[in-house]
């Protein structure tokens, strides 16, 4: 018998546990609730129509830009000294800005070209405008007309925007 029938026997009490494994249960507890939270969140918002215009916005952009890089011309511009290029039908890139303006926007002469850009990182040597001019026109014949733009990745102002006839000739320097 105990003795002391006043205290338990000691296998009833609980094992201590560590400082550390008390806050690791609390943080756990804690990024359950935020995880909850955020899908909740996200769920309500894919349902309103902003969040339908959002998520169709990604999902037609992410498509631009696979589009772009493996557009007709990309690869030339590549293989010129670009260490990344793109090539984009602004027509088509505008339509993306349409799902956010009610009114649509409107076609107009400015927006009937094609951009390839090339751009690279911080001490790349990339080519000119120019330099690149012919090598686009020759990749994909055209009577369209072509913006190049070279940019420095981070740098806000390219190094050179040009437009171009289909056949590579010089227009104008845009800004």
């Not at 400082?19 to 943080?27: D, Q, R, S, Y």
């Not at 995880?35 to 969140?41: F, K, P, Q, T, Y």
């Not at 293989?79 to 339509?95: F, I, N, T, Y």
């Amino acid at each position: 018998m105990n003795p002391n029938p006043s205290t338990p026997p000691s296998a009833a009490i609980p094992p201590k546990r560590s400082g550390c494994v008390i806050a690791l249960m609390v943080i756990g507890a804690l990024l359950a609730l935020v995880c909850i939270g955020s899908s909740l969140a996200m769920f309500l918002a894919a349902r309103s129509d902003t969040g339908k215009k959002i998520f169709a916005a990604v999902g037609q952009g992410v498509a631009l830009a696979e589009k772009g890089v493996n557009a007709p011309g990309a690869e030339e511009l590549r293989q010129a000294g670009c260490p990344q290029s793109l090539v984009m039908d602004m027509k088509e890139a505008m339509k993306l800005a349409e799902l956010f303006v009610d009114g649509g926007i409107k076609d107009t002469e400015d927006l009937d070209y094609v951009m390839a850009a090339c751009s690279g990182k911080y001490g790349d040597t990339l080519p000119t405008c120019e330099a690149l001019a012919p090598v686009y026109a020759q990749a994909v014949p055209s009577e369209r007309e072509f913006v190049i733009e070279v940019k420095i990745n981070g740098k806000q102002k390219p190094e050179c925007r040009q437009r171009f006839a289909g056949d590579g000739t010089f227009i104008a320097d845009m800004k």
